[in-house]
């Protein structure tokens, strides 16, 4: 089977400061992209960021980043400089591709952020 | 450059009924994928579409539970005979070739049973 896990369901950081969320996942696929999407309250789906798996180097977009550990199938976001409009939930998610996957992901429970002033 | 549209946004049904939510992929885009949300839970895939067929209905309840994408027109989920186990919200996501596409989300439908 596979699995997105996410193991901690709520976490705060002060603004301007850092937080890490992490993320976990089991698949026997050896290609596969992985994503961090933000739903705020409006609880629009919003994609943060996204990494090829055969890509070594981390994906980075702005004040957000990910640690990529293939072999430990670790995933998580870094976002640096908190800013008070991060507060939401963060899902961790994947999708393998090759013969016989169709390209539907695969998301975790969420993290709960809140970034308080 | 309009993004996935979902309508209606809210849609509040009694048991039995039917509920029909519709989805616009983004211009240019061919794939739709629909997902559900239950409260408190994270996304969980329901179907697959290209248009005019349906690639992967895995995650899809066997009974009651149905989805199209026409030639012509948006996609539509549709729940016969709703139950309140149906409420929570519904997500489609577009994309231009499917598999090895980044997806990208409608506002999603919150559909609640009473």
């Known amino acids: 089977a596979q699995t997105v896990t996410q193991s901690q369901p709520e976490m705060s950081v002060q603004e301007a400061e850092t937080v890490t969320l992490s993320c976990t996942y089991d698949?026997?696929?050896?290609?596969?992209?992985l994503f961090w999407y933000k739903q705020p309250p409006s609880r629009q789906m919003i994609l943060v960021i996204r990494?090829?798996?055969?890509?070594?180097q981390n994906a980075t977009e702005n004040r957000f980043s990910v640690n990529f550990q293939k072999a430990a199938k670790s995933f998580s976001l870094k976002i640096s400089d908190s800013q008070l409009g991060d507060t939401a939930m963060y899902f961790c998610a994947f999708t393998p591709y090759g013969s016989g996957n169709t390209g539907k992901l695969i998301f975790g429970q969420g993290t709960t952020l809140q970034v308080k002033p | 450059n309009a993004g996935v549209m979902q309508n209606p946004r809210h849609l509040v049904r009694r048991r039995g009924q039917e509920a029909r939510l519709r989805c616009s992929p983004m211009k240019g885009h061919s794939h739709v994928y629909w997902y559900r949300q239950l409260p408190e839970e994270g996304l969980k895939f329901m179907v697959y579409l290209q248009k005019e067929n349906i690639i992967d209905e895995s995650g899809m309840p066997k009974e009651r539970f149905s989805a199209e994408f026409p030639k012509e027109g948006p996609s539509i989920l549709r729940i016969q005979q709703v139950v309140r186990g149906d409420s929570a919200a519904y997500f489609c996501a577009s994309s231009l070739q499917g598999v090895q596409e980044t997806q990208y989300f409608g506002p999603g439908t919150r559909l609640l049973v009473l």
């Open positions: 698949t026997s696929e050896n290609n596969y992209y």
């Open positions: 990494q090829e798996a055969y890509k070594q």
